[in-house]
T-cell receptor, first 114, second 112 residues
Framework: GENVEQHPSTLSVQEGDSAVIKCTYS??????FPWYKQELGKGPQLIID?????GEKKDQRIAVTLNKTAKHFSLHITETQPEDSAVYFC?????????????FGKGTLLTVNP | DAGITQSPRHKVTETGTPVTLRCHQT?????MYWYRQDPGHGLRLIHY???????DKGEVSDGYSVSRSKTEDFLLTLESATSSQTSVYFC???????????FGPGTRLTVT
């Protein structure tokens, strides 16, 4: 099956700085890579995703990059704000066919200090 | 949250008792998933469903069973709860032909 490694497990930045979270995956057949944000006491929320035919995708202050050759992808948050503080999860698809399953990384706790 | 509700939101139960968690969706999504979330482990797939009465195992399915008798409801049953099943359980849904998943608010289960 798929294995996803996520680093770092915790990240603390000053408000206004950038934050980068990195993930690697093992299955070269994976073709969909989402990022989720989980606030305390809530369910994970999809914030951005990228498919294997794209190298980079941006949505305002967040961006995701994908390197299929190296099998790694990253989440970039610019101009961080206190409300960006949360746990972030990366994931990779696996199974193929009609099995739309995701394998998740273990998460990164991001703290943005005012 | 794609119209997903989970019940109960919190439950404390004793070892050896049966427990059923319910996930209800109003989006008519074909796929439904049950995950557990534990510190240091992230989200791990327990079971998933790809249609009414169509279910399959995930990576941590031992000790759990599921049922889906109608599109909107997906039940997770712990036949005989153990302390190792203390966790936060999340339901998610997904549309046909899509990997995008939308999560419910979670159920915190404590087995004493």
């Amino acid at each position: 099956g798929e294995n996803v490694e996520q680093h770092p497990s915790t990240l603390s930045v000053q408000e206004g700085d950038s934050a980068v979270i990195k993930c690697t995956y093992s299955d070269s057949a994976s073709n969909y890579f989402p990022w989720y944000k989980q606030e305390l006491g809530k369910g994970p929320q999809l914030i951005i995703d990228i498919r294997s035919n794209v190298g980079e995708k941006k949505d305002q202050r967040i961006a995701v990059t994908l390197n299929k050759t190296a099998k790694h992808f990253s989440l970039h948050i610019t101009e961080t704000q206190p409300e960006d503080s949360a746990v972030y999860f990366c994931a990779a698809s696996y199974g193929g066919g009609s099995n739309y399953k995701l394998t998740f990384g273990k998460g990164t706790l991001l703290t943005v200090n005012p | 949250d794609a119209g997903i509700t989970q019940s109960p939101r919190h439950k404390v139960t004793e070892t050896g008792t049966p427990v059923t968690l319910r996930c209800h969706q109003t989006e008519n999504h074909r796929y439904m998933y049950w995950y557990r979330q534990d510190p240091g482990h992230g989200l791990r797939l327990i079971h998933y469903s790809y249609g009414v009465k169509d279910t399959d195992k995930g990576e941590v399915s031992d000790g759990y069973s599921v049922s889906r008798s109608k599109t909107e409801d997906f039940l997770l049953t712990l036949e005989s709860a153990t302390s190792s099943q203390t966790s936060v359980y999340f339901c998610a849904t997904g549309q046909d032909d899509s990997y995008e998943q939308y999560f419910g608010p979670g159920t915190r289960l404590t087995v004493t």
